[in-house]
């Protein structure tokens, strides 16, 4: 059996007197997509924000890539592999989309703003993010703005940017917010795809992608996990219909 790229033991979080996050465990293994599933304010969310480190679990730990990372700071987790994309984009909207992926790279090579080679005439970081956007269907819009990008390119460019980064794990939060019936399709198409390069976590609330994509699903409600499984064992689950899916099963 293959080591977890990612493994989560025990982790607890509390905000006040709400737990968060409670004596949380579940792993991520080489090429697969883990879903992770559950109602409203259950703490998906929260639970990725201490995987990547913008928010520091209370006990417990994460391990990733062979090494526990509970400790170090974002950029440190991000340098180390850990790709993300956030339910708000962390875009700069006014830079072009081949310049956000640019100024990602320089930034986590630690050679950001150099005085000396202007990031716009880097040929090397200009190919290598090219080809990134390319790998996301995005080379036609290199020079558009961020902001003037639909809603799900924007989306495709954040990926890119976690590819550029070569990224050893992707966490996903609701990737398929906001997208149309075919904007949702095609990006479950590009994730299936994705998972070749680094496994993925994903957060999402669209269940037709969670089915057609996940290898093993986690049922998050408030705050534990009430079922980690295939998708057929998630469907049969009668807790989980309970909690969550109802209907959708
Ligand atoms: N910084 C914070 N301070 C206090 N409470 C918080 C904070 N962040 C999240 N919470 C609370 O923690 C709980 C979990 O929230 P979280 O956003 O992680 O849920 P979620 O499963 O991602 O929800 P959704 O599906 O709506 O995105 C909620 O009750 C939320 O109000």
Known sequence: MAEPVLELSDLVKNFGALRATDHVSIDLKPGEIHALIGPNGAGKSTLIHQICGTVRQDS?????????????????????????????????????????????????????????????????????????????????????????????????????IALALNSKAFLLDEPMAGMGPEGSKSLTGFLDTLRQEAPILLVEHDMDAVFALADRISVLVYGRIIATGTVEEIRRDPAVRAAYLGDHA
């Open 60 to 160: 417990g730990t994460i391990r990733f890539a062979g090494q526990d990372i509970g400790h170090l700071g974002v950029a440190e987790r991000s340098r180390l592999g850990l790709g993300r994309t956030f339910q708000v984009s962390s875009l700069a909207p006014e830079f072009s989309a081949l310049r956000n992926v640019m100024l990602a790279v320089q930034a986590q090579q630690g050679t950001s703003f150099g005085f000396f080679k202007p990031v716009m005439r880097d040929a090397s970081l200009i190919d290598r993010s090219m080809a990134m956007l390319k790998r996301v269907g995005l080379q036609d819009r290199a020079r558009l703005a961020a902001a003037e990008l639909s809603h799900g390119e924007r989306r495709q460019l954040e990926i890119a």
